[in-house]
C-alpha cells in the first residue's frame, strides 16, 4: 500500500527524532511492502523564523491532504518571549483544531527492560506496564461556561464540567477500537459519586459498549481511586478512557510510572482514520543538535500510526519488538542509560531498530 505522511519536524530536537522514526519506517516498507511518501511541513518557532507564524496556511492544507502526521516537537528558547499568538505552541493546538481531532491516546508502558527507570517497588512493575489512557481533548472543564464576578472578598469564579451523549459516545468508539485488538478490557473513570456529567458518561459507556462491542467488559473506577491505583497495582490497566480533565492527571502520573519521557508516545484522533502522531516530550532545546536525543518515543508514535491510522498491526508489532529487543540487548542512549549497558547516540539507536525489523 502507498501512504502519504506529512512530517512536522518543528524545533530543538524536532527533526532528528522525526529522521530516527523515517528510518523505521522506511524498513517497515521495504520489509512489509508498503511506501511511505514523507512531506514535510513547518510549524513552531521555524515557521515563525521563515514565514512569520507558527502555523503556515501550506502546513494546515498538506496535513489535511495527508493520510496521516508525524509531530518532532515545537518551542524553544528564542521564541519564549514572543507574543501569545505567536508563540510556537500556538502552532500545535491550531492544527489540531484544523484536523478536527478530539481525543488524545497516551499508551504508558514500562519496558521489562527499563523496569529500575520506575519510581515504583520492583515487585509492582517487574512484569512491565502499559496503561493506554484514551483522553476526551476537546470538551468538558476546560471548554465549558466560565465565568468570574465580585470584587475582594466577594470575588467568585466558575467552571462548567458539560458532556453531551454524542462526546461520550464519539471518544468511547475510539477506546472500543483499541480495546478490540488488546485485552477486550476498558476501565472508565469518572466522577459519578458526586457529578451529574459523570453520571450521564457511566450510563453512556456501558450503553454504547453494550450496543456496538459487546465483546468488551467495562468497568468503572471513580477517578481518586484511580490516581491511587494507578501506583499501587498499574498492572492491572490496559484500556482506560475518561475525561479531559482527568484524563489530563491521569496521563500525567502515568506517565510518571514509566520513568523516562523519552520512551512515550501519543496520539491524537478524530472521526477519520487521519492522525497526528507525537513524542510526548517537547523540542528539549538544552540537547538538540548533539545526537543525544532518544528517537524512541517517536519511533513509538510512527508505529501507532500505522495501527490505528493504518490498520497495520503487523507492522506496529515488528516495531514494538524491534524496539524491546535493541533494550534487551542492553543498548541505551543517555536519557535511559543504566550501569553496565551499552550507550549510543540518537541515530545509532534508530538505526538499530530499523536492522531488528
Ligand atoms: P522537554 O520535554 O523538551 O524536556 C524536558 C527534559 O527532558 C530536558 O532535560 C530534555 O533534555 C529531556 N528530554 C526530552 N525529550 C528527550 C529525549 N527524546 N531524549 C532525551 N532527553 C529528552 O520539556 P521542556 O524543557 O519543559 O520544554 C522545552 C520546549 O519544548 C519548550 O519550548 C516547551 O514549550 C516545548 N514543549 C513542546 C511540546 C510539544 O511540542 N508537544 C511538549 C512539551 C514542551
Known sequence: MKYNIAVLDGDGIGPEIC????KVLERIGEKFGHQFNFTHYLIGGSAIDACDTPLPVETVTGCLASDSVLLGAVGGYKWDNMPVDKRPEKGLLGIRKAMELYSNIRPAKLWKSLVSASPLRPDLVKDGVEIIIVRELTGGIYFGERGKGGEGKDAFAWDTEKYSVYEIERIMKIACELAIKRSKRIISVDKANVLESSRLW??????????????IQVEDMLVDNTAMQIVKN?????????SNIFGDILSDEAAQVTGSIGMLASSSLGDGTRGLYEPIHGSAPDIAGKDIANPIATILAAAMMLRDSFGLQREYSAIEAAVGSVLEDGYRTADIMQEGKTRVNGSRMAQLIAERI
Open 19 to 22: 529522521s530516527g522514526a523515517i
Open 202 to 215: 457511566r450510563k453512556t459507556v456501558h450503553e454504547y459498549a453494550e450496543l456496538h462491542y459487546p465483546e
Open 234 to 242: 498499574p498492572a492491572q490497566f490496559d484500556v482506560v478512557v475518561t
